[in-house]
């Protein structure tokens, strides 16, 4: 069913009783051309993008759990391309493109939000490597201002311009960027995917690979042997424990990150808001919620909760930005696991396997990402070279040396 | 969570800073032939397992010790809780005791060459060569053995 208004008005009028469901649930085949390991934003955008611009069929999504169970449904949903590196900015300013087209790509209303986003600076040293940002995202095509403190107060005239430590000088603002509806995000791609005729199979472990003299020719799952001419597995937050499967070891620590909500609010804050000189991000969902975050807690983590200290830290940045939001009350808070790679940047690669591809890696930011993380992954999938927006995400890039440390803090994930 | 630090007991962990997993110790040998593999290994690739794990602490805001901490990463239980200087030093200690093995054997194989060489002066030199190609192949089925037993492979 093609949703529109007329579909919705038709629906009104016959009191909503012919809604079909959204997608499928098909029985796996034995065989497929192409088997996605994991029906999360990644995986499902994957299918879509390889079925609708790719020209593939014959593709089945396995899902351990139920689709978008795993962090598309927990997180704070801010969409972005903000980046600085060579390697990092083209890619995220194509996923930006792609979200502005999402919701017609996918027939699905995903309340993309171009509300902006502006990241504060409160030093003279940080307003300089925020116009370097600024000018390497303009050269890239994405758009930036540099705002001063008076063109951010007539936007945001809440902050606490005053704070002795850390006073707000101004900020870097991109339009383009903003919130997407996180879940819907998952079910429309699965909706389009599906209508394609891609298999989304749910509550289908894989349990082990199959591979014969160094190629994968499929995967042991609960639901049986499905073979496969290739796979590829986009499970970020699992990548380790799956990849194990196949005998590899990768450049990836898990890691929790929390995140928090408040009660529903008016209208306060127009848009996302990051602290420079913490680690604090902010927007207001469309239900009225704060929704932000900061730092992962720091240590590796399969448990899908974080503890208090970080909480409070948390609170603190937001505290010292805004002080007008320590009286709102917090509704809930929960930890996704993230993928930390060694330099802070994702992997979408081949992997020593043949016919084994890798989708991974991506420490906290894989939502933005979703729509090219999708492409560039149907790209490889089908056409067995990077696409050319993901050159430099490459599995071998820590040993020739070629690291995308956006942050420059090293090998070490919990610093990313 | 709490640590419970061997001399100074129960600490809140966030007290400490973490490096990560606790095969750091284990620093690879910069003069070893396969160094470059041992580096990319022993920097950038992780066993990241779901359940026990054995990490390196530091406790940051108390005694600065290194601690290694047995930590389960599914439910965040401290199982185990252990100076990191004294396990550095067990290894280097069991590490000299080996070292000091595969002397004493060099000795006592070098000694058994040198009495081969005295009662068998009147053998060819294909002889030798062929002994030479025997002792190569066992040495080559002993590393195919230890590649097998290395159950993860790494990637390159």
């Given at each position: 069913m093609h949703y529109s208004i007329w579909s919705l008005i038709n629906q009104a009028l016959t009191g909503n009783r012919n809604w079909a469901p959204v997608w499928r649930d098909p029985e796996p085949k034995s065989h497929y051309d192409i088997v996605i390991v994991g029906g999360g934003g990644h995986g499902l955008a994957t299918a879509f993008y390889l079925a609708s611009?790719?020209?593939?069929?014959?593709i089945a999504v396995l899902e351990?759990?139920?689709?978008?169970?795993g962090n598309i449904g927990r997180n704070t949903t801010i969409v972005r391309s903000n980046y600085l590196l060579d390697g990092n900015e083209p890619f995220y300013e194509k996923s930006l493109q792609l979200w502005e087209g999402l919701e017609q790509d996918i027939n699905y209303n995903a309340m993309m939000s171009q509300r902006g986003i502006i990241n504060l600076y409160h030093s003279d040293a940080q307003r300089d490597s925020y116009v370097r940002r600024g000018n390497a995202m303009r050269l890239h095509g994405a758009d930036a201002e540099l705002l001063n403190q008076d063109q951010l107060r007539s936007l945001c005239?809440?902050?606490?311009?005053?704070?002795?430590r850390f006073p707000i000088m101004g900020g870097l603002l991109q339009k383009r960027a903003g919130t997407a509806r996180h879940d819907a995000v998952a079910w429309g791609y699965a909706r389009a995917a599906d209508q394609r005729g891609v298999d989304i199979i749910q509550n289908c472990d894989v349990t082990d690979f199959l591979i014969k003299d160094g190629v994968c020719t499929g995967v042991e799952t609960s639901k049986g042997t499905i073979r496969a001419g290739k796979i590829g597995v986009a499970v970020a937050g699992s990548t380790s424990r799956v990849m194990a499967k196949a005998g590899l070891r990768l450049p990836i620590e898990s890691h929790v990150l929390q995140a928090f909500v408040t009660e529903g609010l008016k209208p306060v804050i127009p848009g996302v808001i990051t602290f420079g000189a913490g680690h604090f991000y902010i927007s207001q969902s469309d239900k009225g919620g704060l929704v932000f975050g900061g730092d992962i807690d720091g240590y590796n983590s399969y448990a899908q909760r974080g503890n208090l200290p970080v909480f409070e830290d948390v609170c603190e940045g937001g505290m010292a930005i805004m002080p007008m939001i320590g009286r709102a009350r917090m509704l809930r808070n929960w930890g996704g696991i993230m993928d930390m790679s060694m330099d802070g940047s994702p992997i979408i690669d081949k992997t020593p396997i043949d016919h084994l591809y890798l989708n991974a890696g991506w420490c906290y930011g894989g939502f933005k990402a979703t729509p090219a993380s999708g492409l560039c992954f149907a790209h490889l999938l089908a056409r067995d070279e990077p696409h050319e927006v993901a050159t430099k995400l490459r599995l071998d890039r820590f040993r020739r040396g070629a690291m995308l440390d956006e942050r420059g803090a090293g090998a070490q994930p919990n610093l990313h | 969570m709490i640590i419970n630090h061997p001399h100074l007991g129960p600490r809140d962990a966030s007290e400490f800073s973490i490096l990560g997993d606790a095969s750091l110790i284990n620093r690879p040998d910069w003069q070893a032939g396969d160094a470059d593999d041992a580096f990319y290994s022993y920097l950038y690739l992780r066993?990241?397992?779901?359940?026990l794990h054995r990490e390196l602490w530091f406790h940051e805001q108390g005694d600065r010790s290194w601690l290694v901490v047995t930590r389960?990463?599914?439910?965040?239980?401290?199982i185990d809780v252990a100076l990191a200087s004294d396990i550095a030093k067990a290894a280097t200690s069991k590490m000299s005791k080996v070292n000091a093995g595969k002397k004493t054997a060099a000795k006592k194989t070098a000694a058994k060459k040198t009495a081969a060489k005295k009662t068998a002066a009147k053998k060819t030199a294909a002889k030798k060569t062929a002994t030479k190609k025997t002792t190569a192949k066992k040495t080559a089925a002993k590393k195919t053995v230890a590649k097998k037993t290395a159950t993860k492979r790494d990637v390159t």
């Open positions: 611009r790719y020209g593939m069929k014959n351990k759990g139920w689709i978008g169970s005239p809440f902050l606490d311009y005053e704070n002795a | 066993d990241n397992p779901a359940g389960d990463t599914v439910t965040h239980a401290i």
